[in-house]
């Protein structure tokens, strides 16, 4: 027997010991777990900072393609625009002169027409004139090609075979005015280039007026325009855009000497880094290069770049830009740093709130000891007597607790007796179906077998062929029995197993049966893995089946179905049973996991299926079991059924 003294001593110590030790063992986790986590996040600072870079980068060559693209898309308009407006200005021309000599013969007019426009240049490199056609096909005016004027040139084609006087003939007689593109000579360099035009009909004389441009000029203003913008756009001192041809040929560049420079022109180690950056280029999406600069930088010193190359696709150019490693190196490590100091702050805080925590509870367990000291006495004498009876309470409450236990037992073991009883009586009917066939197959072969060996013309071909479909049948006939036994095994032990695989188990011994009564079978099964009482799910889902197919068997003008999905968010598993049968009232669906609840005749049911499964999946396997009313949507045609979702822990 402890004496009180030593008691309380005790008492006293070991709470106090208990919170030394574990604020000790607290403090030591707390201070492994912050050092850990700070040893983590220094890991992930490069790849975080890595990440952004490399985002910043990418992000800033797709706004400046965007930006290029549209530049282009503006400009092209504009010189359309532009192209329409010169036309509209002789167009004028013509209008006032006709006006002004009305009375005049027509040849006069157009005489005058031509002595007020022939001379008009217009455009820097003065490669724009106009020129005045007939609806006959017939030059009145050509600026550039004084020799055709006078001629009817219907037949004149450009070096694509195009008959673009005819075409022009066509627009102003059938449209009025519109635009064109041809083929001709550019002046001063004597060389075929492709124009685009605008001819606008003046119906009164039976002519139009007509302008182009080379569309190699207007390409050369819109690379001159982005080059331009490429050489003003600075992000930081070393941080610009640079810009080359699928040749190599050095468009932009911060460095304004390196402009114009080709592949030929620069130092091997950079001739390899341009055409890595071609190769890189040809990716349509873009992609990063890694290199040490040279002497073709700003700076001869430098650390490694990161840099992001893409094609803009309406000039072929490759742009790029880039970002020096050292700025990432500087900002990791005085994140590193101040991760640092946080640390040793968090972990000086740690000690100082344990010691605190410590203390005072060190304290209050003392002050409560010997508060605790002081009652034991006092109580000591009433818990004796108040332990003999609650001693006898005791055991009078176990024996009723036991009996009760004992009955509740008896209880779930007939309920349970009763469901497998139940279950038993589909499963033999199911059989039957499933045997049927194998069966007429097995007498078939047998019948054949022996009619033609009493006829004489069995061979051995025949004979083995029809052995060998009596043995498969036979096989099927074993599989079914086996599947019908490991149905009515009585094991409680828990298996890791899939629930794809289960569930085909089911519908192979329910197959038959849903054939026989047009039920089709929709899954949307995704694989899950289970550690849990298969056999038990096994029959639940085979109740929760077995109803819908009895719910099916009373609807007869409608397409039967039933549909299963299967799925997981990582943290738990879905079933989900849905049928078409027009689903549960809404008065009993509350009822229907009630024992012996049924909606059945007596013959037909004994109300416990549904109890048992929800029994199974709540209380033996710690799930959820959720009935409601769906709607489904199956060939354009809505259906109304129950839906059954099985919730399970992974």
């Given at each position: ?70 530049n282009i898309a503006i400009t ?61 096909n017939k030059v009145l005016m ?300 097995i007498s078939t072969a047998a ?204």
């Amino acid at each position: 027997m402890i004496k009180n003294k030593d008691f309380t001593y005790w008492i006293i110590i070991l709470p106090i010991v208990a919170i030394i030790l574990t604020s000790t063992i607290l403090t030591y986790k707390f201070i492994s777990y912050e050092q850990y986590e700070f040893e983590e996040e220094s890991t992930n600072l490069e790849k975080v900072y890595t990440a952004e870079l490399k985002n910043t980068i990418k992000n800033r060559i797709n706004r400046i393609i965007d930006l290029a693209e549209t530049n282009i898309a503006i400009t092209k308009e504009e010189e359309k625009t532009n192209i329409k407006n010169i036309v509209n200005i002789g167009y004028k021309t013509i209008e006032e002169t006709y006006k002004e000599n009305i009375n005049l013969p027509k040849e006069q007019i157009i005489s005058l027409i031509r002595k007020r426009l022939r001379n008009l240049k217009f455009y820097d490199n003065g490669s724009g004139y106009f020129f005045i056609i007939g609806f006959d096909n017939k030059v009145l005016m050509q600026a550039q090609t004084p020799s055709h004027e006078g001629r009817i040139l219907s037949e004149l084609k450009d070096r694509n075979g195009k008959f673009f006087i005819k075409s022009f003939t066509n627009i102003a007689k059938t449209k009025g005015e519109g635009f064109e593109t041809w083929s001709w000579y550019k002046p001063k360099i004597n060389q075929i280039k492709e124009k685009i035009g605008y001819i606008k009909s003046f119906p009164e004389l039976k002519l139009y007026i007509g302008t182009a441009k080379y569309i190699e000029d207007i390409n050369h203003k819109i690379k001159k325009d982005i080059a331009k913008i490429l050489s003003i756009i600075r992000y930081t001192k070393n941080e610009y855009i640079f810009a080359m041809d699928k040749q190599g040929k050095t468009l932009a560049h911060i460095n304004k000497k390196y402009i114009g420079k080709s592949l030929e022109e620069v130092s091997s180690t950079e001739k390899l880094i341009l055409q890595n950056i071609l190769i890189k280029a040809n990716n349509k999406d873009g992609s990063f290069i890694y290199y040490t600069p040279t002497s073709f930088n700003t700076h001869k010193k430098l650390s490694e770049k990161i840099s992001f190359v893409k094609t803009i696709p309406s000039l072929n150019w490759i742009i790029g830009t880039g970002q020096y490693t050292t700025k990432v190196k500087k900002e990791i490590a005085k994140k590193r740093t101040e991760l640092k100091e946080e640390l040793h702050k968090t972990i000086n805080d740690i000690l100082i709130i344990s010691i605190i925590i410590s203390m005072v509870l060190i304290f209050i367990l003392a002050y409560i000891a010997n508060q605790i000291q002081k009652s034991l006495s006092k109580y000591e004498k009433e818990l004796s007597i108040k332990n003999q009876k609650l001693k006898e309470l005791n055991e009078t409450l176990e024996k009723k607790v036991q009996n009760q236990v004992i009955k509740n037992r008896q209880k779930d073991q007939i309920l349970h007796q009763q469901s497998k009883l139940a279950s038993m009586g589909e499963m033999i009917g199911n059989i039957a179906h499933q045997w049927r066939q194998p069966l007429s197959a097995i007498s078939t072969a047998a019948s054949g077998i022996k009619l033609q060996n009493e006829l004489k013309i069995l061979n051995t071909d025949t004979m083995n062929y029809s052995l060998d479909s009596i043995v498969q049948n036979t096989q099927t006939l074993s599989q079914t029995i086996d599947d019908f036994r490991d149905f009515f095994k009585e094991d409680k032990t828990k298996i890791y197993f899939q629930i794809e695989n289960t569930l085909q188990k089911v519908l192979n011994l329910l197959s038959a049966s849903f054939k026989n009564k047009g039920i089709t079978i929709v899954q949307n099964v995704i694989p899950c893995n289970l550690h849990d009482l298969e056999n038990e799910l096994t029959q639940a889902l085979l109740n929760i089946l077995s109803n819908a197919k009895d719910a099916l068997e009373k609807i007869s003008d409608e397409e039967k179905y039933i549909f299963i999905d299967i799925y997981n968010d990582n943290k738990k598993i879905y079933i989900k049973i849905k049928d078409t049968g027009g689903g549960i009232d809404k008065n009993i669906i509350e009822k229907i996991f009630e024992p012996y609840f049924t909606t059945k005749f007596n013959s037909q049911g004994i109300g416990i299926g549904l109890y048992m499964t929800q029994t199974i999946i709540v209380n033996h396997m710690k799930g959820e079991l959720i009935v409601s009313n769906q709607i489904t949507t199956m060939n354009n045609i809505k259906y109304t059924g129950a839906q059954f979702e099985i919730i399970l822990d992974i």
